[in-house]
């Protein structure tokens, strides 16, 4: 039903249907309010509370002694375990929902850096496939460890940290990488798989639906890192991520435009205007589109290993997984895109 050019959902739709978008709710809440959520909650505890203010003192400890951890500990875990399997991330992964491909298999014994473009406004493929046990991940790779790497800003916001590391997520940190990089992991993984979206933060504002526009000409330090430790690239694309949100874009050069870059420079967090639906219209609103999300693993890019590896090694590099980057989006996109022969890779 349609009212003053407003979509309204029907209502007799299945509670299954309401239980995943309100999974898929609550995600965006998080992931958009999370981290300031985090300072404001512990100031209002250390200076509007009697009691709790001392275990907030107890918990900035905490955080000096666990700020550079990078390993799941014994206790996060079992939590971990239980939220990648829970019964919350299987309502947000169907609501999409959301779908791993694999083009070929991956020796279980090796280190790898998964490169995964777009980013999107939520990088929410990332999430569902990787950040989850839901789609089979752990069955299409056996083996593999996987651990997704996410802003290392927001492992600065107090409690917020804590979701994060609950989660399992990596910050984007060199010391971070390097170890993730170069370790071993705990059994009964026998190796990793490391998640990065290159693009960042940066690459949100380029994020309109049935576009693919990718900022990786200027990011090559994944590529210095691969080199440095010796692991294959392994190429990602989701196919449907940049549907599952519009944004009000203003141009370049604007005042408005310009604030966002100030804000994301200064804090690291793109403030953008989200056109997704709302719980019962789907119009407008915060809540991510029901759009199918599809994320295809391509085939390893091998690398040695140069410990110091020269500009021009780096530049050689970044330009074969460039041209890998675009073989896999091609092949695959005819599969998942419709009009494919009009939509390409559009490097910013």
Known sequence: MEILGVKFAPLN???????????AALWILICALGYFAGYILTAYFLFFTQTIRYFVLLYFIWMYYDWNKFDVSKIRRKFLRWIRSCAWNRYFCNYFPIKLVKTTDLDPNKLYLFCSFPHGIV??????????????????????????????????SPLF??????????????????????????PPYT??????????????????????RILIKRRKGFVKLALQNGNPLVPVCSFGETD?????????????????????KKIGIPLVVLVGRGFFQYTFGLIPRRK??????????ELPKIEE?????????????VNHLVNLFEH?????????????LEFV
């Open 191 to 212: 190796g990793k798989a490391t998640v990065l979206v290159p693009g960042g933060a940066a690459e949100v504002f380029g994020c309109k639906p049935g576009t693919y």
């Open 13 to 23: 739709v299945p509670l299954n249907r309401r239980l995943e978008t309100l999974s």
């Open 244 to 264: 599952t949100f519009d944004q009000l874009s203003w141009p370049d050069g604007s005042f408005v435009k310009r604030l966002q870059e100030f804000i994301r």
């Open 309 to 321: 590896p020269t500009r021009e090694q780096v530049e050689e590099y970044h330009e074969k997984f």
């Open 292 to 301: 199918p999300i599809t994320v295809v693993v391509g085939s390893p890019m």
């Open 161 to 186: 940290r804590e979701y994060l590391h609950l989660n399992g997520a990596l910050a984007s940190t060199p010391e971070c990488m390097n170890q993730q990089l170069s370790t071993r992991p705990s």
């Open 123 to 156: 990088p929410t493929g990332v999430y569902g496939a990787f950040g989850t046990d839901i789609i089979g991940c752990r069955e299409l790779f056996p083996g593999l460890e996987f651990r997704v790497v996410v802003l290392d800003q927001l492992f600065k």
């Open 332 to 344: 695959e996109k005819h599969k998942y895109i419709e009009n494919a022969d009009s939509v390409h």
